[in-house]
């Protein structure tokens, strides 16, 4: 299979999703439901094998160099078991994100928890983050999925403070929250291109006229100075459209394909990291795209729908349309050609598997719960981009922590 040539039908796909999805202040649009080309990808699902009944045992088989932590399978496990938090338990959650606060049924999607092929991960331990933590600044940098992950990370760290020791403060496009007692901050920087772009208010942003500045980063990195560790994304902005209207230097604003936008856009990232970032002090990483679930002819041949009602994970092999092989080689070359070492948290194919986890339409749009009426319109409302929390999340969280743990910080 030329996953070229499907990323090239996709990007005429995401329209859809962004407009109705990402963007604040877009009137309806008409929606391509259909998907004539998906039988092309549509795949038997083998079943994986087995991995019930695994004990777990802490730190006595982890291993980060020798195991393939992004290599496993979904477990349901009671000697070890998931949500590490709940809507309850967590009161920094935001509507968005609490599907079963906002009428979700089904509450299985919390509860997997990710088993790599040939260890453990380590067990998620607040306090043992916030020691490592001490003194330090976390920043997760990127669009409304990384802000996700950081609201993930901010309930799982917190249980580890006092109540009166904590607090959580809005400066957009920055989120920032304190553990005082460990000086520690967790802190989200809103940049949905890594690089400038008319995108960068924090809450005004245009998805359909976007425009971005392949060169420049200043704006954003001098933000960024010092951080101790950086968590990067940024990939579903950029998948509106072939084509990206964009500049470079003086030049003035031409239209760029998007592969060619990005690898632009991430060398100017590359660059900034190279030149300014301390390896000894400091750590990077880039998560890898999270993946959609629009069409669930993809996992189930014929259907018409998307995530919705989708309540158990796929058993895999899977890999959808939405996940761009070409766009995700990029990423990896870029990193593989700097000087500085940036940590690929490979959480692509873990995530496909979870066509379950997303808000669907146990969410807000443009700030309000979905009506009772376009709830009855899943297709056409729901949200198969961004994630429930307690929730997938959590895992990419629990694998930022592994790396954390075992690459100790100065
Ligand atoms: C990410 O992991 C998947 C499977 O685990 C693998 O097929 C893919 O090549 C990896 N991607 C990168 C960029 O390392
Ligand atoms: C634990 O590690 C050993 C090698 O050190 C390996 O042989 C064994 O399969 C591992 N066990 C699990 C459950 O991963
Ligand atoms: C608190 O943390 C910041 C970095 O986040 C650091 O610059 C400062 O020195 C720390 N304060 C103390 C008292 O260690
Ligand atoms: C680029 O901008 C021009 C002028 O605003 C517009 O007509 C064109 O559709 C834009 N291209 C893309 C790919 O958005
Ligand atoms: C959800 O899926 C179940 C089967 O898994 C089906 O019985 C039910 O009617 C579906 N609900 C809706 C609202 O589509
Ligand atoms: C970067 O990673 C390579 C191997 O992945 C390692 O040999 C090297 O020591 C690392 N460099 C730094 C500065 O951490």
Redesign the pocket.
């Known amino acids: 299979m030329k996953p070229s040539a499907i990323d090239r039908h996709l990007l005429t796909l995401f329209p859809f999703i962004l407009a109705s999805l990402i963007v604040i202040g877009v009137t309806r649009i008409a929606i391509e439901t259909s998907c004539s080309w998906c039988h092309v990808l549509y795949r038997l699902f083998l079943p994986i094998s087995s991995s019930t009944g695994e004990t777990f045992e802490e730190f006595t088989?982890v291993s980060v160099h020798g195991c393939n932590l992004f290599e496993g399978n979904w477990v349901l496990d009671k000697n070890n078991p998931r949500p590490l938090y709940t809507e309850d338990s967590c009161p920094y959650l935001t509507r968005q994100v609490t599907c079963r606060r906002n009428g979700r049924p089904d509450s299985l999607y919390q509860k997997w928890r990710w088993k790599p092929n040939?260890?453990?991960l380590p067990r998620f331990d607040a306090v043992k983050l916030l020691t490592i933590l001490r003194n330090k600044r976390l920043m997760f940098i990127g669009d409304s999925i990384q802000r996700t992950q950081w609201e993930s990370m901010v309930c799982l760290i917190q249980s580890g403070v006092a109540d009166n020791k904590k607090f959580l403060h809005k400066d957009p496009p920055r989120k920032i929250f304190v553990a005082e007692e460990f000086n520690a901050s967790i802190e989200f920087y809103w940049a949905p291109f890594l690089v400038e772009s008319n995108a960068d208010h924090a809450t005004k942003h245009r998805v359909q006229k976007r425009m971005v500045r392949l060169d420049s980063i200043a704006k954003h990195s001098h933000n960024w100075e010092g951080v101790d560790v950086m968590v990067f994304d940024s990939y579903i902005w950029w998948m509106n459209k072939p084509l990206i209207n964009a500049t470079i230097g003086s030049v003035g604003i031409h239209e760029y394909d998007v592969p060619t936008a990005y690898r632009l856009a991430l060398r100017a990232w590359a660059q900034w990291i190279d030149s300014t970032m301390n390896p000894h002090k400091q750590k990077a990483f880039f998560m890898s795209l999270s993946p959609t679930h629009l069409w669930s002819s993809e996992w189930r041949y014929g259907s018409k729908g998307n995530c919705f009602n989708e309540s158990y994970p796929i058993q895999g092999p899977f890999w959808g349309a939405g996940s761009s092989h070409e766009m995700m080689d990029i990423v990896k070359e870029t990193i593989l050609n700097m000087q500085v070492n940036v940590t690929l948290l490979n959480i692509t194919q873990l995530s496909e598997f979870r066509k379950d986890g997303h808000t669907s339409i146990y969410t807000e749009r443009r700030g309000k719960l979905l009506t009772s009426k376009q709830k009855s319109e899943p297709v056409l409302y729901g949200d198969c981009i961004h994630w429930c929390l307690p929730g997938v999340p959590d895992t990419w969280n629990e694998l930022l922590y592994a790396y954390l743990l075992y690459r100790n910080l100065s």
């Open positions: 088989n040939s260890c453990e």
